[in-house]
């Protein structure tokens, strides 16, 4: 997906918008980049490819040699930026979060204009945020361009801006789907996309943008250019998954919401009939499950237990590798059982969502062959039927990537997606037949979902302003 971070002072900012930064690195794997403003020196620009080694790593030695009293930068998990643009407002670096839906018409209108072009990537591609930066060069001034970029994009755009004055202008999605935070000390301003990076940097967090909402950024100040819209469709998967532990969105923070989560998840089991009293122990497929599985213990009074560790010191991050072959090598060397809470026990295990399924057959697997007698799994989210249209999550491009699609289509085909609200509902004939299939398949000995209201619940924010796409294909 990405993050983002910046800094306006009246000081050189470069290490705090390294450290801010790098505190964004759960939210990528391609690229990171940096780009700051300094007066003698001007704008400069760093990129590198972090696919294969972290951020801090990559760009450790930049502190050494990049300048400014302003600096922008990202994590990105597509394409390479900030990027820098001159245009008739100045010149300006860029950095955006997001997905353009409607990337193809957008390309038509910028190619048709006076002698527009863009430059093409690998297999044609086109970067997203060149697009919306040529967007922006449709108008006369930032601000007029910026809103302009806001309405014509379908999907989703945080667009970051780094002015050669050092001024930042920031603008959240017009829907809000994935936020902007604003920090203030006493001589300098910050922006973010993680809450506690600006904590962590020495900033009090005073603003977190509406949908649409528009500011400008200067050293102790922040300025409202445009106001928010009232329609809001954060996605609620950020709590569940994406977002870190020590963050919080609209006032609901991700680990408080994930005891929760987990909590609703154990009296969901009590409501169903589940029969918890020959199980042993309640373990996280961690890292992101692991929260919702202390809910959970907590909630049932059953021991929690840390059954099997990941090992990551070492191994790079299991999506990494270019194979699937590849991948689940890495992330079967990352397992390391505790053997002594597994042999001969009933283990109940709760994972933040079942995406494409994979991995998580290959942890089971391990489970048993290191003596398990039974393994129980909970997901902490619905049953995924649709493949994110509005942010680059992962690798699930189309519906039948998803594991719950592929197996309603093996049940019942095509007419199967003509009954995905019931295969959701873990109540009904559908359902239950979903639930079973799947834990036959994945050596279960049962299986169950969270509910959409349950994380609605958890999450403590009304449905209508959450992005629950993903899960009931509502937009």
Not at 122 to 134: D, F, K, S, V
Not at 298 to 320: D, E, G, M, Q, V
Not at 326 to 333: F, G, I, L, P
Not at 426 to 438: D, N
Request: glycine share 10%.
């Amino acid at each position: 997906m990405g993050g983002f971070f910046g800094i306006t002072s009246t000081e050189d900012c470069i290490l705090d918008v390294y450290f801010g930064i790098d505190y964004h690195s759960h939210l990528g794997t391609r690229r990171g980049g940096m780009a700051a403003i300094d007066g003698e020196k001007g704008f400069q620009r760093e990129i590198h490819n972090i696919e294969n080694a972290p951020f801090r790593t990559k760009f450790e030695g930049i502190v050494n040699t990049m300048r400014g009293k302003a600096a922008i930068g990202c994590i990105s998990d597509l394409d390479p930026q900030p990027l820098l643009f001159r245009s008739i407002s100045g010149t300006y670096a860029i950095t955006t979060v997001g997905k353009i839906c409607n990337m193809d018409e957008i390309v038509d209108i910028i190619l048709k204009g006076a002698h527009g072009h863009l430059e093409a990537m690998t297999a044609g591609r086109i970067n997203q945020t060149e697009l919306i930066a040529a967007l922006i060069s449709e108008k006369d001034d930032l601000l007029e361009g910026i809103r302009y970029a806001q309405e014509m994009v379908v999907g989703t755009a945080n667009i970051i801006v780094l002015k050669e004055d050092g001024t930042i202008l920031a603008a959240r999605d017009k829907l809000g789907r994935i936020p902007v935070k604003v920090g203030v000390a006493e001589y300098s301003s910050a922006v973010s996309f993680e809450s506690f990076a600006l904590s962590k940097t020495g900033y009090e967090e005073t603003k977190e943008l509406g949908p649409g909402e528009i500011v400008e950024i200067t050293p102790g100040n922040c300025k409202q250019l445009v106001p928010p819209g009232e329609k809001m469709k954060m996605c609620a998967f950020l709590w569940s998954y994406y977002g870190y532990p020590t963050t919080t969105y609209e006032g609901t923070n991700v680990e408080m919401m994930r005891y929760h989560n987990g909590r609703l998840l154990a009296e969901n089991d009590v409501k169903n009939g589940f029969d918890r009293s020959e199980i042993d122990y309640v373990g996280g497929v961690p890292d992101s499950g692991t929260p919702h599985a202390i809910g959970y213990s907590n909630a049932s009074k059953l021991p929690f237990a840390r059954s099997f560790i990941k090992y990551t010191p070492t191994w790079a991050r299991s999506f990494l590798p270019t194979t699937q072959a590849e991948r689940a090598k890495v992330a079967k060397m990352k397992l390391i059982p505790v053997v002594e809470l597994i042999k001969g026990k009933n283990l109940l295990f709760v994972d933040d969502s079942i995406v494409r399924g994979t991995q998580l057959r290959e942890t089971v697997e391990f489970i048993y062959d290191n003596g398990a007698k039974a393994v129980h799994m909970r997901s902490a989210s619905p049953p995924i039927m649709y493949a994110c249209k509005y942010l680059n999550f992962a690798r699930n491009n189309a519906d039948m990537d998803l594991l719950s699609r592929r197996i309603i289509n093996e049940i019942e085909g095509d007419e199967g997606t003509k009954h995905l609200d019931e295969y959701a509902d873990g109540t009904t004939e559908r359902g239950k037949k979903l639930r079973t299939v799947i834990a036959e398949k994945m050596g279960f000995e049962t299986l169950d979902f969270q509910t959409l209201d349950g994380v609605v619940e958890a999450i403590g924010i009304e449905r209508c302003k959450l992005c629950t796409y993903c899960w009931d294909g509502k937009e």
